[in-house]
């Protein structure tokens, strides 16, 4: 097995670890304190299961190609991986223009529902599906990638067909020129506000524990999509250089690189509301400790030596269980916020 193959299967082996265990994470808050969840907060909710999707259904089947020097299953899993990998791109980018939307209504003291939030969910959803089959009726082609081991649309022979060329022309306008700019005008006008917010205070005490926060949770916002675009970014170019150019100009090993890359795009965001956000970091220690707990409940059997009691719960119900002090209730999640 060559170094480069090698090199691919532990990457995207290490970011499948850390994308299912952080965004697993994410989804498991979320789930615990589903009641309290804010409107905003559903879009994040929703990114993690874009990055989730995207590493159980692609990882997978890339790391076991890798590993056989081959694609494997033939057409019918290069099309499955490709509209996997399409439908969870553009869900993915779509979800963080329309958060880019409700930031800045936020700013303007407009508020957002649940239903509004789930509306656009729907239409995220509906939105990349659209996209996704178009290939699959007639408009553009999926194809293995040049280095062999993972498949997408086909942007090296995208100059042959006009079929093809008008479909990547349009996709690119409409999948990621479009959400890159409400992006960065949205991102722009909520900072001009906070500048103009900030500079109207004579000292930073002033300013209020409300405005500090929005101000924290615009900037996570930010790096969740500078990361995002950040990642993309390479594949998107060399995409389009093997569309106007001969992709022979580039060696596989390179062109792996930026697929790499792109991949990694899955990991980051638990990360970053870890870092950004005291109320997520709280609730993942208090998850942690939680299971830690069933886990020596489970090893041990009964880890009291006291009789078990009986508590009466509902009606008709008994809960027969041993007394065990200070052990994490995940009805306490239901009191906090994601972010």
Same mark, same amino acid.
């Given at each position: 097995?060559? +170094? =480069? ?49 995207? =590493?159980?259904?692609?990882?997978? !089947? ?6 056989? %020097?081959?694609? !494997?299953?033939?057409? #019918? ?82 100059? +042959?067909?006009?079929?093809? #060329? ?27 506000? %906070? %500048?103009? @917010?900030? *500079?109207?205070? *004579? ?44 992709? @022979? ?5 390179? #062109? ?25 970091? *709280? ?23 006291? +009789? ?32």
């Amino acid at each position: 097995m060559s +170094e =480069a193959r090698l090199g691919f299967i532990l990457f995207v082996l290490f970011s499948a670890i850390l994308s299912v265990i952080g965004n697993g994470a994410v989804l498991t808050v979320a789930i615990l304190k589903s009641s309290r969840l804010k409107p905003a907060e559903l879009l994040s909710v929703n990114l993690a299961v874009t990055d989730l999707g995207m =590493a159980l259904t692609m990882y997978p !089947l890339a790391i076991a190609s890798a590993w056989s %020097h081959a694609w !494997l299953g033939g057409d #019918s899993s290069c099309i499955y991986y490709s509209v996997a990998g399409f439908l969870f791109g553009v869900a993915s980018i779509t979800t963080l223009a329309v958060m880019a939307v409700v930031r800045l209504n936020l700013t303007s003291t407009s508020s957002v529902t649940s239903k509004k939030i789930l509306h656009a969910i729907a239409c995220i959803w509906l939105y990349a599906l659209f996209w996704a089959l178009l290939p699959l009726c007639g408009w553009g082609k999926y194809g293995p990638e040049p280095f062999g081991i993972s498949c997408s649309i086909l942007w090296a022979t995208a100059h +042959e067909s006009r079929n093809q #060329s008008s479909f990547i022309v349009v996709i690119f306008m409409l999948c990621i020129i479009l959400p890159t700019f409400t992006l960065v005008h949205c991102y722009s006008l909520i900072a001009w506000k %906070h %500048h103009k @917010a900030y *500079k109207a205070m *004579k000292n930073r005490e002033q300013i209020p524990n409300a405005g500090k926060l929005d101000r924290q949770l615009t900037l996570m916002a930010v790096l969740v999509t500078a990361g995002f675009l950040i990642c993309w970014t390479p594949y998107t170019v060399v995409s389009f250089w093997s569309m106007f150019y001969s992709s @022979a100009n580039i060696p596989p090993e390179m #062109s792996l690189l930026p697929c790499l890359f792109a991949k990694s795009s899955t990991v980051y965001n638990p990360f970053i509301y870890y870092k950004f956000s005291k109320t997520f970091r *709280k609730e993942v220690r208090d998850l942690k400790r939680y299971c830690l707990c069933c886990l020596k409940v489970t090893d041990s059997g009964n880890p009291s030596r006291e +009789e078990p009691t009986v508590h009466r719960m509902e009606k008709n119900i008994v809960d027969i269980r041993p007394k065990i002090e200070k052990v994490f209730k995940p009805h306490q999640f239901l009191h906090t916020s994601l972010h």
